[in-house]
């Protein structure tokens, strides 16, 4: 379903994809969506994973959970297939079964499910810096408050960013809510997006939310 919300990720699409990419969307990616998980479970939840490292390093340090990754950029979607799937045989390597890829705005997928997730990362979130844009901003305390409704008992939700206006700019939106946070020093958590350090600041900064 398309919906009329405020758009919060940029480009869908970048370079064309290789033969192999194609194939593994068209054939692989049905199979793996998160609508064929069942109830029952711990679930971790990703938002807006770029190219997927985080999510398969979730997916090999949480073996009993199941993982699901929400993007809307085609490219990134494909490359975590491509990282998650065999090079000769194009299944899912086992390490990586735990997997769900949500090729979408993870809003839509909020909406049709009812599962409690135990923590839900969000890592380099667009900071939508010009003032005309704040209003892509996804982390609002409108978002924030939805995230926690889908938070099971003890959930954290786990922000990460280097992007120190957006920092403070989310901080301000929590403090709007009756949401709990801490901002501890955490070890970086190397993801594509970290690596380009596009703010040019020292180190991501980290926020922890609970109910
Ligand atoms: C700056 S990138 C960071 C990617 C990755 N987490 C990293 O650290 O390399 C932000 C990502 O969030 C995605 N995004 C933005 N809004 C989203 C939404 N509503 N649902 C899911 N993903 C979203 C964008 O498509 C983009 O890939």
């Known amino acids: 379903m398309q919906n009329q919300e405020i758009r919060t990720f940029g480009r869908r699409h970048g370079k064309k994809l290789s033969a192999r990419k194609l194939w593994l969307m068209e054939n692989i990616l049905p199979a793996i969506s998160p609508k ?52 000769k045989t194009n299944e899912v390597l086992p390490e ?55 938070l099971s008992p003890r959930g954290q939700i786990i922000i990460g960013t280097d992007h120190w206006e957006y920092f403070d700019w989310i901080c301000e939106q929590i403090k709007t809510t009756k949401l709990k946070y801490s901002t501890p020093d955490m070890e970086t958590i190397h993801t594509r997006y970290q690596q380009k350090n596009k703010a040019n600041t020292v180190a991501p900064k980290y926020i922890i939310i609970e109910k």
């Open 96 to 150: 990586y079964k735990n997997i769900r890829i949500w090729p979408d705005d993870v809003r839509d997928l909020l909406r049709e499910t009812d599962s409690k997730f135990s923590q839900i990362w969000v890592l380099h979130p667009d900071p939508w810096p010009k003032a005309k844009h704040e209003k892509r901003r996804l982390l609002s305390a409108e978002f924030l408050n939805t995230l926690a409704k889908h």
């Open 36 to 87: 064929n998980i069942k109830k029952a479970g711990n679930f971790i939840l990703e938002i807006g994973f770029g190219n997927g490292e985080h999510v398969r390093d979730l997916a090999t340090t949480n073996t009993e959970s199941v993982i699901i990754g929400a993007e809307p950029f085609v490219n990134g979607v494909a490359a975590l297939l491509s990282a998650i799937c065999d090079e």
